[in-house]
């Protein structure tokens, strides 16, 4: 017998369903044909629209009115999983990592990333259920800017600040985080976020243009401490503060927030906080929330009696009341200009120097287990 069904959302289970609805025996599955375009088990609780493939159907069903097909989570195994490992994040260990795959269950299978760009390509070409990063925020930006429409993803914290993790409420310890991603995943327990993109980079939680941008690669050309691990929060801390005194105190208004003045850098970010300080979030753009659109803060002038102004806004999270800084709210997209070419920065990662940033949200863009 032949069941015709090209909805690229069908699930294997709804196969074992209609075995029983036939009384057929497992042996006898190659009795029973399916043309789909996909039968890849998300692990979802989502039960399979039935009213379209009994319709399909070539045959007539016996025991018309028996229930559905279970659930995914209860009568599907969890589907495979892509654990993807940047062996030079700040806390992963190999024996770590074994434990971190051990909570994932048996089904995962692991790869480490192995040069710069790495990450985009494995989840870019993962044919897995669900791909899980275990890094830092380096590699979470580059599966969400290589990940495939509708594959979850698992954010397990091995980087120093681990941010995208951390805001979302993950827990800090990477074999407790691992244990809820692989929960979430036999449960199909999701958060779907809206991302940022700037000059076709995605970003999950902040991207900077001007002084932060250049602070990150300031810290990088720093170099690796030893077992080439990042160094800590502490070292971006004095640097900025050894930056801001090369400058006198003093940013020039370099950036053009197009459409609403000029600014002396500018921070964009789908939600909150924009990093941390050790346990402590510095909340540039404290009304975003992965909702919906981008937030933007941009101090108008930075000078020596704004400075403790603009730090105190940042760790109580009132950038948008605060003299002096501009902040937009759930923008859709903006442009952002220089005379000279200024660093731009990802979710820590320097993309180089450019004159032109052009941001755009996208919403509802990731899915993420949680």
Known sequence: MTFLYQRSNIKPVVGCW??????????????????????????????????????????????AGSPGPPSLASSCAMPGVLLVVNPQASAVTDELTERVASALGPDASVARTERPGHA????????AGAVVVFGGDGAFNEALNGLRSGVPLGLVPGGGSSVLPRALGLPAGAEEAARQVAEALREGRTRTISLGRVNGRRFGFSAAFGFPAELVRRVDELGRERLGRRPPDRVFLTTALRMLGERRGRLDADVEVVGHGRAAFAVVSPGDPYTYLGRVPLR????????????????????????????????????????GVLYLHD??????????????????EDLGDVELATFAAEPKAAKILL
Do not use: Y
């Open 284 to 323: 540039a753009t404290p009304a975003a929330s992965w909702r919906g659109g981008l937030d933007l803060a941009a101090p108008r002038t930075v000078g020596p009696l704004a400075i403790p102004r603009l730090l105190l806004a940042a760790l109580t999270g009132r950038a948008p009341s605060t003299r």
């Open 120 to 127: 985009v390509e494995l989840a870019r070409d993962a044919e």
């Open 18 to 63: 209609i075995l029983r609805q036939f009384d057929l025996p497992d042996s006898k599955a190659t009795d029973v044909r399916f043309v789909v375009r996909s039968t890849q088990c998300t692990g979802a609780s989502v039960e399979p629209d039935i009213d379209d493939w009994r319709s399909a159907a070539t045959t007539t069903q016996k025991g």
């Open 331 to 348: 923008v859709e997209a903006v442009e952002l200009r220089s005379q000279r070419p200024l660093p731009l920065q990802v979710d820590g």
